[in-house]
Nanobody
Framework: QVQLVESGGGLVQPGGSLRLSCVVS????????MYWYRQAPGKEREQVAG?????FYSDSVKGRFTIARDNAKNTVYLQMNSLKPEDTAVYFC???????????????WGQGTQVTVSS
């Protein structure tokens, strides 16, 4: 069974920084891509960053957030700098996982971690 566990959320003042982590655990799998999403109250879940063969960012976080992946640790990080109140949301980790017995990769989600940007 594949599991994702996020950590690193919390309360931070505007202009501050946080680093989120997401660890993927399980056995006999490959991770094809890792992504961060967020969902603010009353809004749809949006993808903010991802890393597979390349990295990408949504326009709302480009230049402020950095995604990094440690393949040896099956971990993805999201460094968030210059945080704004509009970055307040629950942040979710997503991984596309593949096993040899599967025809296609499957998406897995973490439980989410709250990020609140407020003075």
């Amino acid at each position: 069974q594949v599991q994702l566990v996020e950590s690193g959320g919390g309360l931070v003042q505007p202009g501050g920084s946080l680093r989120l982590s997401c660890v993927v655990s399980g056995s006999d799998f490959s991770i094809l891509g890792m992504y961060w999403y967020r969902q603010a109250p009353g809004k749809e879940r949006e993808q903010v960053a991802g890393v597979s063969s390349s990295t990408f960012y949504s326009d709302s976080v480009k230049g402020r957030f950095t995604i990094a992946r440690d393949n040896a640790k099956n971990t993805v990080y999201l460094q968030m700098n210059s945080l704004k109140p509009e970055d307040t949301a629950v942040y979710f980790c997503n991984a596309h996982v593949w096993k040899r017995t599967w025809l296609a990769a499957r998406p897995y989600w973490g439980q989410g971690t709250q990020v609140t940007v407020s003075s």
